[in-house]
Nanobody, 115 residues
């Protein structure tokens, strides 16, 4: 059974940093695209970043230059380094994985940014 478990969320002051992790299990994910979405209360789900099996990356406009996605295939883990956090980055962050699209989703981890 495929499972994605996010961790690393929490409370941080504006301008601070957090690193989210997503541990995948149930199969090998080295040939899967993995990514992150977020959703704040009352707002639509928003694409944050993704990384393909070969390491190519794509970022949402609102996080470019501040967030970095990476993966460790040996650990079946994807990371999201978030720097220069802003209050508007506060949301539940979800990890995704799939051969092409976002087939699998984690339960989410809460990120709160105080101003």
């Amino acid at each position: 059974q495929v499972q994605l478990v996010e961790s690393g969320g929490g409370l941080v002051q504006a301008g601070g940093s957090l690193r989210l992790s997503c541990a995948a299990s149930g199969r090998t994910f080295s040939n899967y695209r993995m990514g992150w979405f977020r959703q704040a209360p009352g707002k639509a789900r928003e694409f944050v970043a993704r990384i393909s099996w070969n390491g190519s990356t794509l970022y949402g406009d609102s996080v470019k230059g501040r967030f970095t996605i990476s993966r460790d295939n040996a650990k079946n883990t994807v990371y999201l380094q978030m720097n220069s956090l802003k209050p508007e980055d506060a949301a539940v962050y979800y990890c995704t994985a799939g051969p092409v699209g976002d087939t699998y989703w984690g339960q989410g981890t809460q990120v709160t940014v105080s101003s």
